[in-house]
Each structure stands twice: as C-alpha cells, then as structure tokens.
C-alpha cells in the first residue's frame, strides 16, 4: 500500500491510499477537490474509491466533483446515507469489503457524529479515524453523549498497539497543550509534546500516530489513570464520567 497525505480546507488532512497490484485509489474523505485532484495527478494515480467516514461538510465537499470526474465509487455509513453525497455504497459496524487484496474492516464509532466510521486495513496495520480518534484528542462530540464516545474510542483501543492511526485534522500542538493540563505527570507525553512543538514549528505534519503510542500519551484514551483520576479530584467516578470531564475541559481550552 502505499499513501500520500497532504492539507485540505484549513486544517483538514487529505489521505488517498493506494494499491499498486490492482491501480485502486481511495480518497479517505473528500474534504476539497482541488487538493486531492493535485495529489493524484502528482502520484499519476486515478481515484476509484470515497471512504467517507462522516456526514460533516468538510469532509464531504468533494464527492460529487470527484465522482463525476473518475466514476469512482463513493463508500460510507449506512446511519448517515441520507447526507453523504453520491453515496454507493454503505457499510455498518462489523461489515467489511475488498479493496484489491486488502481486507477493510468498518468499525462504528458514534460520538462526534451519530453514525461516524473507521475503516481498518488489519493486514496492513492502518486505521483511518477521521474525527473520533486524533493524535492526542478525540472529536468534538456533537451528536452522542460523551458514554458513546468513550465506548467508541474502547473499539480502536482493542487494535494491535503498532496500528498507524491517520486522522482528520492537524489539531495536534493544541492537543498536546491541553494534554498536559490534564495528565502533567506523563513525561512519555512531555517528551511527545516537546516533539510536536518543533515538528510544527518547521511546519511539518504530526500525521500518523500509532494506537500504542496514544494508548500512553492520549488523555481521551486514559480515562482510567489513577493519576489523572487524581488530578481532576474524580477517583470515585466511572471512566465515562471523566472522559466527559476531559471533553468538556478541551472543549473550552
């Protein structure tokens, strides 16, 4: 497989994954055309594939342009259908497709929207999670309560530690920042964090992260530390409930 990844929009990454057995390309959600339409001719590939992971707009703008434009075939949640432009073909959680030779496994992960997906690639150890898991964040939960997040992200958290995690958006210095509010005693995380700040001040990518790597660093991810239980004065309280008090803390960081 071979993957090329570039910005869209403002903040969005644009990933197209490509299998050079069989010549398929997919677009991992269409967030702008011009930007995909640059990469795959840059790449001299053609795009056959949308995996759209969710409904939101900036995920999406693109479809029908880039449809029209390859006859490619567009992928996406069967409990968002109705707002995914030219969709073909939808997919709930435990389905999976072909992609060439390439199994992909769909996983639901309500919680930033109601029906959002992940696509997994197991053989090849690649996750794309879009907008429920970031490097060192989570979405913004707009649709679901925050119970259904945190049992989302325990569905990616279950993946082989060395699993590559493309996500949606470049949000990751900010992430980083408010980590450390949360978890300050993390120094696997202060080290990541000092990393992250001189990538992005050479203006490099923090894309892609590994599950291992955010299993240790990811506060989203930890809702069970003793240390972070402690230092938000919630050691008696569910792992939902401090997962909706991180979120809730991030939300206005």
Not at 104 to 126: M, Q, R, S
Request: one cysteine or more; a negative charge.
């Amino acid at each position: 497989m071979e993957l090329d990844v570039f910005l869209c929009r403002t903040d969005n990454f644009g990933v197209l994954v490509h299998d050079p057995e069989t010549g398929f390309t997919a677009a991992i959600d269409a967030p702008e055309e011009a930007p995909i339409l640059e990469a795959a001719a840059r790449r001299g590939w053609k795009i056959t594939h949308i995996f759209t992971t969710h409904h939101h707009t900036d995920h999406v703008t693109g479809n029908l342009a880039l449809k029209e434009k390859f006859g490619c075939e567009i992928i996406g949640p069967i409990n968002e259908a109705i707002a995914i432009p030219g969709l073909d073909r939808t997919m709930a959680d435990g389905d999976s497709f072909l992609f060439g030779d390439h199994t992909v496994n769909v996983i639901e992960t309500p919680g930033h929207t109601a029906g959002h997906i992940c696509y997994h690639f197991a053989d090849d150890k690649l996750l794309f999670a879009a907008d429920t898991l970031f490097a060192l964040g989570c979405g913004r939960l707009f649709e679901r309560p925050a119970a259904d997040m945190w049992h989302s992200l325990q569905k990616l958290a279950v993946l082989p530690d060395e699993t590559a995690v493309y996500f949606g958006h470049e949000y990751t210095l900010s992430n980083a920042r408010f980590a450390l509010t949360v978890d300050p005693g993390n120094e696997r995380l202060k080290s990541r964090a000092a990393e992250i700040e001189a990538l992005r001040a050479d203006g490099k990518f923090t894309i892609p992260t590994t599950l291992g790597l955010e299993k240790e660093t990811n506060p989203f991810l930890r809702a069970a530390d003793p240390a972070i239980r402690r230092n938000l004065l919630m050691e008696g309280k569910t792992n939902e409930e401090v997962f909706a008090e991180i979120r809730k803390r991030k939300d206005n960081f």
